[in-house]
């Protein structure tokens, strides 16, 4: 009789039941969950990583952005006390997009062209870093935004007043696409976000600069959500410009 | 006046077939219920957009058609909190048969009045899942008015529940969900 008791109680009781109990079990701590989701081996599913670097994704779905991004203002938002700070915030989300950016957009380049890696060309096909400062913004107007956006920003202009800044201007912006600012902070303007990509694509390329800012253009009737870039550079790459041009090109 | 409610769930049908759908006609209604005047306005337009939130307060109000009589914020918050309580009576005090649910269900949701008709105007009210409502005034005549409805909750969709500066049930104030419900309903 004793021997059957002892083969009965042999099998420990699941951990969740305690209904014949008072005192609710403590659940073992669970095994540590790598975050990153990777397919299950077997299945014909590719991660992100398994994709060609050299070949862009192909459209990638707004409205999952948009979430994505609203998210973000969201949480910036509630964290930060001004509209200046928000920005900060949303600048320094983008700019570690922009480093990376930078790299991605140049290998892609490099890949595309029919040198392939090797190719000594002078300007942007070849794959080669911008070393002059209009190559590097009309990489940023061009190539930056097509890999971004899918289309070129709408306008690159040099200020008149001040030799060191540029700006990039966008009629409309893709990441305001949903976003609407309400009057007591009519002064933020979203795309700080997108600012602090071309910071970050500007730092990377060696060009320093004392910030690259958002702006609303104002008065404008035909595009309400028009967009002004402002890239102020550094005085010392203003410096090096000027001297890459009087010694003839870049030589 | 006439008056139409239905239940959820299933394919819209054919009134006339259809056993949970009722119309009742009662004597012309002369009276203005919503304030709203046709006399130089065009046959075929949509009047006023209202938004409700599962309260009952009323979120967003909208004119669109030039010659309507004016009601103050008031009479429009009045008209709003009436509508909505006789929206939740009309869910469940209605003549239809009540539907038979399949064993272990609950019994669906009626969705209490789809719209009103007058001589003067047609009310086509439109509840979201989530309890919100749009009533939009169209003139009688405007075809489509479930269509239209529809395609303002998309755009409210995009351009207010998108928007990380809206709070829930609060009224709307979003200047891109204006222009693009502008660009929608206001005839050129």
Not at chain 1, 84 to 97: F, H, K, Q, V, W
Not at chain 1, 142 to 169: H, P
Not at chain 2, 35 to 56: H, P, Q, T, W, Y
Not at chain 2, 64 to 73: E, I, M, R
């Amino acid at each position: 009789m004793p021997a059957a008791t002892t083969t009965t109680a042999a099998p420990p009781p699941p951990p969740l039941d305690f209904k014949n109990s008072d005192t609710i079990p403590v659940l073992p701590p669970s095994k540590h969950q790598p975050s990153l989701r990777y397919p299950s081996s077997g299945s014909h599913r590719k991660t992100i990583y398994d994709r060609s670097l050299s070949r862009p994704p192909s459209a990638t779905s707004l409205p999952a952005f948009a979430y994505l991004f609203n998210t973000l203002i969201t949480y910036h938002h509630a964290k930060s006390g001004s509209v200046s700070d928000i920005e900060t915030r949303l600048n320094r989300a983008g700019y570690p997009i922009g480093v990376k950016m930078l790299d991605l957009l140049l290998y892609r380049q490099a890949a595309a062209a029919p040198g392939g890696f090797g190719g000594a060309g002078k300007s942007g096909a070849s794959g080669a870093r911008p070393t002059r400062l209009l190559e590097l913004l009309q990489f940023v107007h061009g190539t930056l935004w097509r890999g971004l956006f899918g289309r070129q920003a709408d306008a690159l202009e040099q200020s008149t007043t001040k030799k060191n800044e540029y700006m990039i201007v966008d009629n409309e912006p893709v990441v305001n696409t949903y976003v609407t600012i309400p009057r007591e902070m009519s002064q933020l303007n979203c795309a700080a976000f997108v600012a602090g990509v071309v910071e970050g694509v500007c730092d990377a390329a060696g060009f320093g600069t004392e910030g690259v800012s958002a702006h609303w253009a104002e008065g404008e009737e035909m595009w309400p959500g028009k967009t002004i870039f402002l890239l102020r550079f550094r005085e010392e790459v203003m410096e090096r410009e000027e001297g890459l041009k009087a010694g003839g090109g870049g030589g | 006046m006439q008056v139409r409610t239905g239940v959820c769930g299933g394919a819209r049908q054919p009134e006339a077939s259809h056993p949970n759908r009722y119309r009742r006609r009662a004597s012309p209604v002369r009276l203005h219920a919503t304030g709203l005047r046709v006399s130089e306005v065009a046959a075929m337009v949509v009047f006023a957009l209202l938004i409700i939130n599962k309260a009952g307060g009323l979120i967003f109000n909208r004119t669109f058609a030039p010659g309507l009589q004016k009601l103050d914020s008031n009479d429009y918050l009045i008209l709003a909190g009436t509508f909505h309580g006789i929206h939740a009576i009309s869910r469940t005090i209605s003549p239809a048969p009540p539907v038979q649910p399949l064993p272990g269900n609950r019994r669906p949701p009626t969705t209490g009045i789809e719209s009103m008709e007058s001589s003067h105007f047609r009310l086509t009210c439109f509840q979201t899942p989530t309890g919100v409502k749009f009533l939009l005034f169209t003139s009688p005549e405007q075809p489509n008015t479930d269509a239209v409805v529809r395609r303002c909750y998309e755009i409210y969709g995009e351009f207010v529940m998108k928007n990380p500066f809206y709070s829930l049930e609060m009224p709307v104030r979003v200047e891109k969900f204006d222009r693009a419900l502008g660009a929608y309903l206001v005839r050129p």
